[in-house]
């Protein structure tokens, strides 16, 4: 199976900045789109922003022109610059993550999440 491992988050000012990892481990073949979600207490969970496997990119209203999605394919890695956060950006960040990996019989579709890192934005 595919794993997606979250790192970066944890306490930050208002107006300052944190940059989220995401990577996948396993006999990974190829990563389509790659997301990241958040879910703040109390709240459904919410897309922040989609990148393919091209570059393409998505945001949330509420996050353009703050937050940045990349990615390293070589490194089967996305990030997310979170540049300006706000109290409201506070939550659980998820990775998503959906592509082919190698099995004992052949390749096979995997759609993947990490287990979430905190984000806290004190004001």
């Known amino acids: 199976q595919v794993q997606l491992v979250e790192s970066g988050g944890g306490l930050v000012q208002a107006g300052g900045s944190l940059r989220l990892s995401c990577a996948a481990s396993?006999?990974?073949?190829?990563?389509?789109?790659m997301g990241w979600h958040r879910q703040a207490p109390g709240k459904q969970r919410e897309l922040v922003a989609t990148?393919?496997?091209?570059?393409?990119?998505t945001y949330a209203d509420s996050v353009k022109g703050r937050f940045t999605i990349s990615r390293d394919n070589a490194k089967k890695t996305a990030y997310l610059q979170m540049d300006s956060p706000k109290p409201e950006d506070t939550a659980v960040y998820y990775c998503?993550?959906?592509?082919?990996?190698?099995?004992?019989?052949?390749?096979?579709?995997?759609?993947?999440w990490g287990q979430g890192t905190q984000v806290t934005v004190s004001s």
């Open positions: 998503n993550g959906g592509g082919r990996y190698l099995t004992a019989t052949g390749w096979k579709p995997f759609d993947s």
């Open positions: 990148i393919t496997s091209g570059g393409s990119t």
């Open positions: 396993g006999r990974v073949f190829s990563i389509n789109a």
